[in-house]
């Protein structure tokens, strides 16, 4: 499987859930709250953690920056958890793909936070400005 290959599949995953969840809403209500907050958010950052053995497990979640970040992050704390895949005993759930044989962890993370960038781009208020919303790991950076 190609990286491109896993992201279209993962990305069709996240739109599902997402319909299924509401996040398009949740998103629409960060943004308005990041606008009006006296001293708002410069940012949303989506932060997507992938799981530390990297076998498909991963984690989605937005939160603010800027001066009033923390009170923002508190204020919407549910909201902000926007995507997760849980191990249950009948395996993960949702059914995203295993990381492919030959992957790094690396590589498993590239295809992921691509899919996620994507997903967000297609899910974000029309009325974002632009660069408002950075998806990225929150150790390899944002863009």
């Not at 508190?74 to 909201?79: A, D, I, S």
Request: hydrophobic share 45%.
């Amino acid at each position: 499987m190609t990286p491109e290959e896993y992201a279209d599949t993962l990305q069709g995953i996240l739109t599902r859930a997402a319909t299924a969840t509401g996040v398009a809403g949740h998103l629409e209500q960060l943004l308005a709250a990041a606008r009006a907050q006296e001293g708002g958010a410069d940012a949303i950052l989506v932060d997507v953690f992938v799981d530390q053995d990297a076998e498909g497990p991963f984690d989605v979640w937005a939160r603010f920056e800027g001066r009033d970040a923390f009170a923002l992050d508190r204020r919407f704390e549910r909201e902000r958890n926007l995507f997760g895949v849980e191990w249950t005993e009948d395996g993960w759930d949702p059914d995203v793909p295993a990381r492919p044989r030959g992957w790094s962890r690396e590589d498993l993370e590239a295809a992921v936070v691509s899919a996620v960038s994507a997903w967000i781009a297609a899910l974000k208020p029309a009325a974002s400005p632009e660069d408002f919303w950075l998806v990225g790991t929150p150790d390899g950076g944002f863009g």
